[in-house]
C-alpha cells in the first residue's frame, strides 16, 4: 500500500516524531482518513479526542501504543520531551473515504 500512497501523495505515513514539553498538534484529523497508531517511545503525551460533542482526555505514557480509528478528530501535547513512532494505513474499512480524498 505504501507504494501505491506514494504514487499518488509525497509520503508513505510513517513518521518519528520529536518534541519538547508544550509542543503540539492542534485539532485534526488523520491524512487521508487513514487509521494510526502511536508508539511512545520517551515521555508522554495527552490525547484530546472529540467524540460527538464529548471531549475524552488520555495521558499516553512511554512504551505504550494509542490507536486512533479513521477520522476521528484529536490533538496532542507532549507533556515532556517526547519520542514516538507513528504511523498511518487503510484498510478495506476505510478504503471508500480515503478514495474520497484522493479524488478532491
Given at each position: ?11 508513505d ?5 520529536w518534541g ?13 482518513h ?6 511512545n ?13 464529548k471531549e475524552i482526555?488520555?495521558v ?5 501504543m494509542?490507536f486512533?480509528p ?11 520531551e517526547?519520542l514516538?513512532i ?13 478514495w474520497?480524498c484522493?479524488?478532491?
Amino acid at each position: 500500500l505504501n507504494s501505491l500512497l506514494l504514487h499518488f501523495t509525497e509520503g508513505d505515513y510513517r513518521f518519528v516524531y520529536w518534541g519538547p514539553a508544550g509542543s503540539e498538534t492542534r485539532r485534526h484529523s488523520d491524512v487521508l482518513h487513514s487509521f494510526s497508531w502511536s508508539f511512545n517511545v520517551v515521555g508522554e503525551k495527552k490525547w484530546t479526542f472529540y467524540i460527538e460533542k464529548k471531549e475524552i482526555c488520555l495521558v499516553q505514557r512511554a512504551g505504550e501504543m494509542m490507536f486512533i480509528p479513521s477520522t476521528w478528530q484529536h490533538k496532542v501535547e507532549n507533556l515532556c520531551e517526547t519520542l514516538s513512532i507513528n504511523h498511518n494505513w487503510i484498510t478495506t474499512a476505510n478504503i471508500d473515504l480515503t478514495w474520497e480524498c484522493l479524488e478532491m
